[in-house]
């Protein structure tokens, strides 16, 4: 009977003890840092958007981080192209409050580009994203991956200086 009583106790007591471990408020925010009263919509795609140029691709495959900034709806759309782009991405862009960049970085086709943070500097702003890799293994092909972004900053509006960073830690 004593041992019912004592395997009771210390059943309750064990859960209270661990009760904080696993509470709601242990989750991790990933939203990305961005300045006061700036805004950002993203949009990821595994597809080169910006099919223009054969040095730049060059650039990514050896690594490189390569940045586009449009600020006009008729050269974003014109510069733009792929098909698992979802269309409303240009198509809510207002031109007049929001500009669009596009990041590109060469890597695996299974990962993903995150945007990690946007800091402002003197004359523009400091983009910096993240590579997210699945749980489990994955193929080692590369695809160049094009991560959107819809900015809107009415404190700073264009920046007239803009550099692009990918976080690439293994």
């Known amino acids: 009977m004593r041992r019912r009583t004592v395997l009771a106790g210390g059943g309750a007591t064990f859960t209270t003890l661990l009760g904080g471990c696993f509470s709601a408020d242990t989750l991790v925010d990933d939203s990305p840092s961005l ?17 223009d140029s054969r040095d730049r691709r060059e650039r990514l495959y050896d690594g490189g981080t390569v940045h586009r900034l449009f600020t006009e709806r008729e050269n974003a759309t014109r510069a733009i192209s792929a098909p698992n782009l979802p269309a409303s991405f240009l198509d809510e862009t207002d031109f007049d409050e929001s500009f669009v960049v596009v990041v590109q970085y060469g890597r695996q086709s299974a990962t993903w580009l995150e945007l990690d943070r946007i800091e402002r500097t003197d004359d523009g702003l400091d983009i910096v994203a993240r590579v997210a890799e699945p ?36």
């Open 35 to 51: 300045p006061p009263g700036l805004s950002v919509t993203t949009e990821h795609v595994v597809w080169d958007v910006l099919p």
């Open 135 to 170: 749980s489990g293994g994955y193929g080692d092909d590369l695809a160049i991956h094009s991560l959107l972004l819809r900015v809107t900053d009415p404190a700073g509006g264009v920046p007239e200086s803009l550099r692009a960073t990918v976080v690439d830690d293994p």
